[in-house]
């Protein structure tokens, strides 16, 4: 399409006008950044990505990635304005309110065509990667046919500020993804005021040193903003383009300021700019002319869409890629075999090799999932021997070296699952999830299946000390909405968890693994996954049932270590494994209540056993139950001695547990 | 001293030696590191760094870091050999062992000359920053001739892998923090292999681009090593040292791979290593000579410290300078009168402003606090009137753009209390305390007195919505061991968090606080800081008590609302204001049975209410009482809408409380 200014220029200040009037509305929200890169989102959406706007889970389509997502106005202005279903007018008119799609910063679950939710600063950035990585991968597997698509991503300096810009254009750089291209809005203004008050960095050259290619343009010069696209795009480099803009451009006394950034412009500057900007229709009004050319811009993919559906229909390989990017498992997908195969033969194993082993059956059999490790390959067995590495010289590659990028990984790993058509897992130790949490939130917040692979999950890696043993890790990921936090406790829970992960389309799940072997305790066979119960029994109380021993993991051995010696003593103690609480919690009344009757500690006593804080075992436990744990940080030692150190041995918990039946 | 290699080869291979015999009798740790850094540590650590080994704690010492902290064999080589109390080679014998200060990683609190605690890669370097800021800023204050030291790191490709790499370096070189020199492990391997697997990055490339002097050494060689730090000395900017170091060096068939990074080099390999570098001795025996020169080394500092005393005893400054040295409060420090003006005059502010309305006070009374944002200034109210900006130009400025590095100003604030004389607190929002949670978990650890001012603390910020709205981030913190989390109701609370916080010597804070307008409900004049009690009864059941109503924050005066309202039903209600769990479960037994008296809900029901999870509420309700909160992610919308759209209405929460009343 043309980019004749006469024609651009109404286009890019119909979102200007749409972003400063919902935010007016609103009384909140953020007009500098729409204003600012208007010109740029209008080149770029007329002229450049790929979609179709009737069509927007189009699996070719172009992924479009709002990562300074306090800009939201602009992505809502580009969908409405491009003929998308959604936002309608009326949404728009409701920016910010209760029940609408257009929430304060752009939701993936709320509106199609909002590739991923952005707001925490840098994550967009870094999930783009990841979309980007997932087309490479696909296209190997699929053919120029069927994936050939670019990831765009407008990112402020905010983004490039963040910490996790730096895993995840090392990552972008090291892997040469090309099909990535980012947007800067260099307005060179930042919540505190000018960024001089706090970077002095040359931001291309960092992102060079990087191995990216690096272009500048005019943010307001239809033609430039073009040059520099089309330079990039013939680059064969991620590449960053440098947009000098002025944020709130059209705002004519407030322009350039932070006074833009994340607040209404008042009813006085928005007739101002009414004017500056020569707009003369109403708020929420858009002139025809106007909106004809959007939607024009808009259906520019259709014939391509069309053409692609042709392919689809026309390959062989159509029911599988459409299975793939539906997310579904192909049917029939269990681990009953492997698992009647664990039974057979119990082993003692960590958790993290018997994961391995799992992942062993589990990549055979799903040719969509791609591991990886933040650098710790061989001690969260997260690579199985079939797994080729993803590289810039081999894209088919199923296993990714993410380096030690924890949070890069993460969120690499939530624009993978964003994309479609792979299931991502990756692995670093469960204490390092504190770097990867803020992408962890934001695969719960977005249902994307992410498999967090964390092993060394107590005090049980021993030596390596209270910086590298989670105390408080389990509990403070349970915390989280809508994410399964899953810790197994021997072989054959192990691949019951991994089962249960990857039948999650709408759920990230973590599983948390030990360092150490571990008894198999589960030996019988069973018809049903147990672990998907959430809890179930291990062991009955043969004696009368006085205490009902509650334990995950590495600590189901030793209740039953316990429950043993309770029974010499004439004291009956069932042991109920729980491998996953949240599970647990969304079991039936009756069957919670058969695994923990709601009767007083004087007639059956709970003891919850985990290494790791008892903040939050009051659910099960009752307050007057017994909570074996760790509520300080760990320290460096073997893991006998430090096991032993904080009480975590079946003597030490007996004395506990018989002291409290005494009370 | 001499850089004589027939001199300075012993000297390091003592560090080879011990590492490697060390990590061999433990069967687990990192050789490979301490024995590839050996020679430039041995470099710095006999003719640079500023240090008596006699004097672990003296103020102006060089500050070293070894942020590459699962290298801890070669800080505690040093310290050891250098002439340090601790470790003795008897503790060096138990590296690794329970009870023994020479842990897996190396931590602040086991032995004095260790700085901080590293392991969680990248941290060690950014808190470097810090204790950098801390020099400068304190000699603006107390001069040349009592503050005058330098900062050294020791970082690996891990550390530069991390993205708090990025946002501590930015810091760094916009603030030109010259007196900082970070010599990078340049070996090429990282755990999973070369790191041609993960990163093609150009990393002197990128310290340039942020405005850091770059240079580069042969890591094996003492001249050239002493070469590149005298000029990285003159450079006048802080400077990364690119030391070519090859892992493990000395270990002759495993030297230059991975196999020397985590695991004991093995016996026959060991031998191997002992010939390699002709090193005769037993294991865990130093050579007289080699003794010597070392003790030479660690005693160079002797004089200096000497004249440095002679100088403090003769400033005028010595008290005020040794008071915040040891990180003591001025004699009567209070805010007492404050909060008695508080009360006479009662407002509604948010506890953001009030926390600001403190803050001015405070930052009046006490010069050595340091306060700052994550380029929220405006929102975290952090800034007082009367703070100018810390920058390259003015190191007497007490406050300071972080710029949107949550991270890094964390681990920046973690450094700067833990090279003393100032008081580091720092703001964002509560929701982002996920990206600095690394770094919270660290101080908690370090024992470090950072005060994180944690504002827009619940779904109460309305509009940005779930992204910015922080639901599980309370109890998520409140797991950390060794951490204070407050959430203040009112000015009054308000006030009364920041003096605990400033009061805690030992134990980092957060303080939570709300965006929106909170009436005053603390209204009579205390004796105490009531706040300190943790819990502590702000309303007492008039009628019959049947309910005790259990609030913190913001919805302390909704308990109060709903209190009101079920006394006109007949229910006596109180109402606990919880501002710090923590502090709550630190009281005598007897004042607990007090606030909560220990009998069913038949007879008194506990209802909790917070704006966020439920989780863990069961210790302060019972598994039987009530818990109002928000089990889900937030949402976009108008504070009220949202508030009510979650049952946190007096309505919604009365209905409930009578209906279990009922049951």
Not at 9 to 20: E, T
Not at 424 to 450: E, K, M, N
């Amino acid at each position: 399409m043309s980019l004749d200014p006469a024609r651009m220029i109404p286009m890019a200040n119909a979102i200007r006008a749409l972003s400063m009037d919902a935010v007016q509305k609103a009384q909140s929200g953020h007009p500098g950044m729409p204003m600012g890169m208007a010109d740029v989102a209008t080149v770029l959406w007329s002229n450049y990505l790929k979609y179709d706007s009737a069509a927007p889970h189009w699996a070719d389509r172009d992924r479009f990635v709002l990562s300074a997502g306090h800009g939201s106005m602009l992505i809502y202005s580009l969908l409405h304005l491009s003929g998308y279903a959604h936002p309608t007018m009326e949404e728009i008119e409701n920016f910010r309110q209760l029940g609408s799609p257009t929430a304060g910063h752009p939701e993936n679950f709320l509106l199609p065509g909002v590739e991923c939710t952005t707001g925490p600063l840098g994550q967009g950035l870094a999930m783009a990667v990841g979309m980007a990585m997932a087309e490479r991968h696909l296209n190997a597997e699929f053919g120029d046919e069927l994936v050939d698509h670019r990831t765009w991503v407008i990112a402020g300096d905010g983004c490039l500020m963040e910490g996790i810009n730096h895993e995840a254009i090392g990552l972008a750089g090291h892997l040469n993804l090309s099909r990535l291209v980012v947007f800067w809005d260099d307005n060179q203004i930042t919540i505190d005021g000018s960024t001089d008050l706090s970077t002095s960095e040359n931001v291309r050259a960092r992102f060079e040193a990087t191995g990216w290619f690096v272009n500048s343009c005019d943010g307001h010069d239809y033609a430039d903003i073009a040059r520099a696209i089309d330079e990039a795009l013939e680059a064969n480099r991620p590449a960053l383009i440098a947009c000098r803009t002025m944020i709130g451009r059209g705002a004519p006394n407030k322009q350039g300021t932070a006074a833009t950034h994340g607040a209404p412009l008042g009813a006085e500057e928005v007739a101002a700019a009414r004017e500056e900007l020569n707009w003369q229709s109403e708020p929420f009004q858009i002139p025809d002319q106007v909106r004809e050319e959007w939607r024009s811009a808009g259906s520019r993919g259709h014939e391509m869409r069309s053409d692609w559906g042709t392919r689809l229909d026309n390959s062989e390989r159509k029911a599988e890629f459409e299975r793939r990017m539906a997310g579904d498992l192909p049917g029939g997908f269990d681990l009953k075999e492997f698992i009647s195969g664990l039974i057979r033969e119990p082993a003692k194993v960590a958790t993290r090799k018997a994961s391995e082993n799992a992942l062993a059956v589990i990549n055979s059999k799903l040719p969509e999932t791609v591991g990886g490790s933040a650098d710790l390959t061989g001690s969260n067995n997260t690579k199985t021997a079939d797994q080729n590495i993803f590289s810039a010289d081999d894209r088919s590659g199923r296993y990714v070296y993410y380096g030690i990028r924890e949070f890069g990984m993460s969120a690499a790993m939530n624009g993978m699952a964003l994309h479609g058509g792979v299931i991502p897992y990756g692995g670093t130790f469960l204490v390092f999830s504190d770097y990867c949490r803020p992408a962890i939130r934001l695969s719960a917040l977005q249902q994307a299946r992410v498999i967090y692979v964390m092993t060394h999950d107590s005090i049980g890696l021993g030596e390596d000390g209270p910086t590298h043993q989670p105390v408080e890790h389990l509990q403070s990921l349970r915390v989280i909405p809508n994410l399964l936090v899953m810790r197994p406790g021997d072989a054959v829970e192990t691949a019951e968890c991994w089962e249960i992960a990857l039948q999650q389309k709408k759920r990230p799940s973590v599983l948390a693994l030990s360092r150490q072997g571990l008894a198999q305790f589960r030996t019988e066979a069973a018809e049903e996954n147990r672990s998907a119960r959430g809890a179930y029994r291990v062991k009955d109380a043969e004696a009368d049932r006085r205490v009902i021993l509650i334990a995950t993991g590495s600590e189901v051995g030793l209740a039953l270590e316990c429950a043993a010696d309770l029974e010499k003593r004439g004291i009956g103690a069932d042991v109920v494994s729980m491998p996953c609480s949240e599970l647990f919690d969304e079991q039936s009344p009756a069957y919670r209540d058969n695994i923990l009757p709601n009767v007083g500690p004087e007639e059956i006593l709970r003891v919850s056993i985990e290494a790791g804080t008892t903040f939050g075992w009051e659910r099960y436990t009752m307050a007057n139950g017994l909570r074996i744990g760790i509520d300080s940080f760990g320290t460096s030692a073997p893991a006998e001695d430090a096991f032993e150190k904080f009480g975590f041995t079946s003597e030490a918990i007996i004395r506990k547990v018989v002291a409290k039946l005494e009370e």
